[in-house]
Nanobody
Framework: QVQLVESGGGWVQAGGSLRLSCAASGRSLSGLSMAWFRQSPGKEREFVVHVKTSGRSAAALNSVKGRFTASKDNAKNTMYLQMDNLKPEDTAVYYC????????????????????WGQGTQVTVTS
């Protein structure tokens, strides 16, 4: 079993930065591929970015490319999401998710392929 806990959310003005963390307990991250999703009020959960077991990021939402960077530190059992140049439309609850082994690129964006989820952390971007 894997437990995931997100942290690092908060309030920030547009153009600012935040770094989210997702700490895993129970098992090592090295065999896990992971992802960040987000959900805004009244909207469905949205895929943001996928991180392979190796720690390299893979698929990402077009609107965050060039602004968000995901990484995974297996030694610290933590995944990160560095968010720069934040926009009001990035406001959402951000969730980390994980599964054992890698996913093919076409499957990385679908929530149903992930077995473990954190409780979420709120990110609010003001204009």
């Amino acid at each position: 079993q894997v437990q995931l806990v997100e942290s690092g959310g908060g309030w920030v003005q547009a153009g600012g930065s935040l770094r989210l963390s997702c700490a895993a307990s129970g098992r090592s991250l090295s065999g896990l591929s992971m992802a960040w999703f987000r959900q805004s009020p009244g909207k469905e959960r949205e895929f943001v970015v996928h991180v392979k077991t190796s720690g390299r990021s893979a698929a990402a939402l077009n609107s965050v490319k060039g602004r968000f960077t995901a990484s995974k530190d297996n030694a610290k059992n933590t995944m990160y999401l560095q968010m720069d140049n934040l926009k009001p439309e990035d406001t959402a609850v951000y969730y980390c998710a994980a599964r054992w082994n890698d996913l093919v690129l076409s499957a990385q964006q679908f929530a149903r392929h992930y077995d473990y989820w954190g409780q979420g952390t709120q990110v609010t971007v003001t204009s």
